[in-house]
C-alpha cells in the first residue's frame, strides 16, 4: 500500500504564493511519476502537474508560468509551488501517483483564493 499525504492548503488573497507538499510512504520501491490534481466545487478532477523519476514536468495550460512542481532531496516528496494564484484556481488539490499499475491519491488540501 502507499499512503500520500499532503500538507495542510489554506486561504489566501489573489495573487498571493502558497506551497503545497506531498509525501509518499510505504510500498513505494519503484516511485516514479508524481503529480497534482484539483477539483474545484462542481467541477470535474483536473490534472495541474506532474514530474516523472527523470524530473520531466508537464503543466496544464491554466497553471503554466505560475505553478512549478519539483521533487525533493528525497524522491517520495512532491511539492507544487503556486504563484499569482487567481480565484480561479481555488479547489481541493489532490497528490497521486501510480506505481505498478494502482493509482494513488492523498485525501487532498483545500486551497481557496480570495479576489
Known amino acids: 500500500q502507499v499512503r500520500l499525504v499532503e500538507s495542510k492548503g489554506g486561504l489566501v488573497q489573489a495573487g498571493e504564493s502558497m506551497r503545497l507538499s506531498c509525501t509518499a510512504s510505504?510500498?513505494?520501491?519503484?516511485?516514479?511519476?508524481m503529480g497534482w490534481h484539483r477539483q474545484a466545487p462542481g467541477e470535474q478532477r483536473e490534472l495541474v502537474a506532474t514530474?516523472?523519476?527523470?524530473?520531466?514536468?508537464n503543466y496544464a495550460d491554466s497553471v503554466k508560468g505560475r505553478f512549478t512542481i519539483s521533487r525533493g532531496n528525497v524522491k517520495n516528496t512532491v511539492y507544487l509551488q503556486m504563484n499569482s494564484l487567481k480565484p480561479e484556481d481555488t479547489a481541493v488539490y489532490y497528490c497521486?501517483?501510480?506505481?505498478?499499475?494502482?493509482?494513488?491519491w492523498g485525501r487532498g488540501t483545500r486551497v481557496t483564493v480570495s479576489s
Open positions: 514530474i516523472t523519476g527523470a524530473n520531466i514536468t
Open positions: 497521486n501517483t501510480r506505481l505498478f499499475g494502482s493509482d494513488y
Open positions: 510505504g510500498s513505494i520501491f519503484g516511485l516514479s511519476a
